[in-house]
């Protein structure tokens, strides 16, 4: 699934060719997304310009005059610029077609995105109770500590809640935690404050890097120039349960927390 530094990926990719720009028209092949696409998406952004392109958790945000149209990715969504005259293809279900000539397509083969519009982005049920973006100022390890105060669940849970803290998907929160030397299932209200900061820079230097090398390329990932992300070459735990912890060579333990595939060292998490 995109995680935060995919869409934030895709958001930069997308920004040049779209910012300013005004929609000549909305393309709407198929309706059935996790969510129906509103059937008056098209009127409501059709002539709009897009004041601005931004991204919240794992939506991107084309903002007009009008409202907000509201894009998730979904478990296998991706979205590239092309001409607005090239042939659509069995799972390109959504054209945002500009008056440059050029069109962001969005293709989805399994469907799980979402087309929303939202005419007051901030009151919107799927974004006002998001915590804060976990590059932003709002976020340290004060912050993160506070929240986890009489907080019994396993600090990977926390981090995961976008409740607490926005976008920290399961591949980058394994790879924080290690980085930060803390084991998965440790209870979020037993950790130092000094070690709890230690996790907030390592939350925010992880998706960092993940940013600047693109991404991570699991099954269906590719950003919105159809190039695949890099970060999974230089993944330390995620994916590589039995194999050397690049750090003391102990092998990488594979576990299921919270239902999701967790990866973490003996040696090095405590």
């Known amino acids: 699934m995109p995680e935060l530094p995919e869409v934030e990926t895709s958001r930069r990719g997308l920004s040049p060719w779209m910012e300013g720009v005004q929609i000549q028209t909305v393309v709407v092949r198929d309706r059935r997304l996790r969510w129906p696409v509103p059937d008056d998406i098209e009127d409501n952004l059709s002539g709009q310009i897009i004041r601005s392109l931004r991204r919240r958790a794992k939506y991107l945000l084309f903002e007009t005059d009008n409202g907000t149209a509201m894009l998730h990715l979904g478990m296998s969504g991706s979205v590239r610029i092309i001409d607005c005259d090239e042939p659509a293809a069995k799972h390109d279900h959504i054209d945002i077609q500009l008056a440059s000539g050029k069109a962001m397509r969005f293709r989805d083969p399994r469907r799980f995105g979402s087309f929303l519009w939202s005419e007051n982005i901030n009151e919107h049920p799927l974004i006002r109770n998001l915590g804060p973006e976990p590059l932003g100022d709002d976020f340290d390890g004060d912050y993160l500590w506070a929240r986890a105060r009489g907080r019994r669940v396993a600090i990977k849970q926390l981090i995961m809640n976008a409740a607490v803290v926005v976008g920290v998907g399961n591949i980058y929160a394994s790879e924080s935690l290690f980085e930060a030397g803390i084991h998965p299932k440790r209870r979020s209200d037993r950790i130092a404050k000094k070690r709890m900061l230690g996790l907030a820079d390592a939350i925010k230097n992880v998706l960092g890097r993940a940013i600047k090398a693109g991404g991570t390329t ?32 102990a092998p990488i333990t594979a576990i299921v927390l919270g239902q999701r595939s967790t990866f973490y060292c003996k040696t090095c998490q405590r």
């Open 218 to 249: 699991l099954k269906d990932f590719h950003g919105s120039d159809g190039e695949p992300g890099y970060f999974q070459q230089s993944l330390d735990v995620y994916g590589r349960g039995g194999e050397a912890c690049h750090s003391c060579k």
